[in-house]
């Protein structure tokens, strides 16, 4: 497995600003996953970071909200752009290992925009 | 119709029973299984991870795949309040560069 942290753990923010949320891993992994949330829900996948080059962002995500960074195989950031009440949401960083066809999860940041 | 379905309950028993958790799903192509708890304001948490079919046993844990009916299990034995969580299944295709699809998480509310 990996250790995953995640900074901030929560955060309250005003509408209209950004939070860039940070993803650390103890090792190097293969992949780089950013999901979100919501209150009750199961996750969904909002892009996958790649190492030197642009993630890859599922529908309905797009950079300009979400943009990512990757510079390295055990960092990551994901930035939730012009924030909005609709943006409050748990934000989970996961990593996959190359030997296990599976994802490892941070404990995410609680995000609140009011 | 969602590619896994999954009850969100919430399944309510009591301290000591025997817990069923079950997912189906409409891809037959599947090959990888896995089931995460997560407790609340918490990241989810790797419980048991199954490749095929068959089934895996981890002390009071244990996952089955039937592959046949497209449908997974999680069985939880002498129950514990410590394991009042949500349980999400996952499911993955092989070579899909480990994307996951998802249940929607059950709710597992343990009674002492």
């Known amino acids: 497995s990996a250790v995953i942290s995640q900074k901030p753990s929560r955060d309250i923010c005003q509408r209209g600003t950004s939070l860039t949320i940070q993803c650390q891993v103890d090792?190097?992994?293969?992949?780089m996953f950013w999901y979100r949330q919501q209150p009750g829900q199961s996750l969904t996948l909002i892009a996958t970071?790649?190492?030197?080059?642009?993630?890859?962002?599922e529908s309905g995500f797009v950079i300009d909200k979400f943009p990512i960074s990757r510079p390295n195989l055990t960092f990551s950031t994901l930035t939730v752009s012009n924030m909005s009440p609709e943006d409050s949401s748990i934000y989970l960083c996961?990593?996959?290992?190359?030997?296990?066809?599976?994802?490892?999860f941070g404990p995410g940041t609680r995000l609140t925009v009011l | 119709q969602k590619e896994v379905e999954q009850d969100p309950g919430p399944l309510s028993v009591p301290e000591g029973a025997i817990v069923s958790l079950n997912c189906t799903y409409s891809?037959?192509?599947?090959?990888?299984f896995m089931w995460y708890r997560q407790y609340s304001r918490k990241g989810p948490e790797l419980l048991m991870y199954?490749?095929s079919s068959g089934n895996k046993e981890d002390g009071r844990f244990t996952a089955q795949v039937d592959k046949s009916s497209k449908y997974i299990s999680l069985f939880i034995r002498d129950s514990q309040p410590s394991d009042s969580a949500t349980y999400l299944c996952?499911?993955?295709?092989?070579?899909?560069?480990?994307?996951?699809?998802w249940g929607a998480g059950t709710k597992l509310i343990i009674k002492p």
């Open positions: 996961s990593v996959a290992l190359k030997a296990v066809d599976t994802q490892y």
């Open positions: 970071a790649n190492q030197g080059s642009e993630a890859t962002y």
């Open positions: 996952a499911m993955s295709l092989m070579d899909s560069n480990y994307q996951l699809i």
């Open positions: 090792s190097q992994v293969t992949m």
């Open positions: 891809n037959s192509a599947f090959q990888y």
């Open positions: 199954t490749y």
